[in-house]
């Protein structure tokens, strides 16, 4: 079992930052991926980014050269620094976990962009 809990959301202009973290119950380190989705009002959940155990990086095309994810394996935690903030942007952010073949998510953080 792996508990996924995210921070970090809230309201930001278009053009600002923000970073999200997601903290895990349990150690991340043989944890095979980890990433965050994304859920806007009236469209599907989406992939945002992910990374492996190794450190392997997946961005959406819509994200890439401003979104960058990364893992703190000592804190137990995956981060989502985003950058060059637009309104698209605005949806729930979910971090994900895939550890062997279970998938755990955390509860969501609103992520707004104002123009």
């Known amino acids: 079992q792996v508990q996924l809990v995210e921070s970090g959301g809230g309201l930001v202009q278009a053009g600002g930052s923000l970073r999200l973290s997601c903290a895990a119950s349990?150690?991340?380190?043989?944890?095979?991926?980890m990433g965050w989705y994304r859920q806007a009002p009236g469209k599907q959940r989406e992939l945002v980014a992910a990374i492996t155990s190794g450190g392997s990086t997946n961005y959406a095309d819509s994200v890439k050269g401003r979104f960058t994810i990364s893992r703190d394996n000592a804190k137990n935690t995956v981060y989502l620094q985003m950058n060059s903030l637009k309104p698209e942007d605005t949806a729930v952010y979910y971090c994900?976990?895939?550890?062997?073949?279970?998938?755990?998510w955390g509860q969501g953080t609103q992520v707004t962009v104002s123009s």
């Open positions: 349990r150690s991340i380190f043989s944890i095979n991926a």
């Open positions: 994900h976990a895939l550890h062997l073949w279970d998938d755990y």
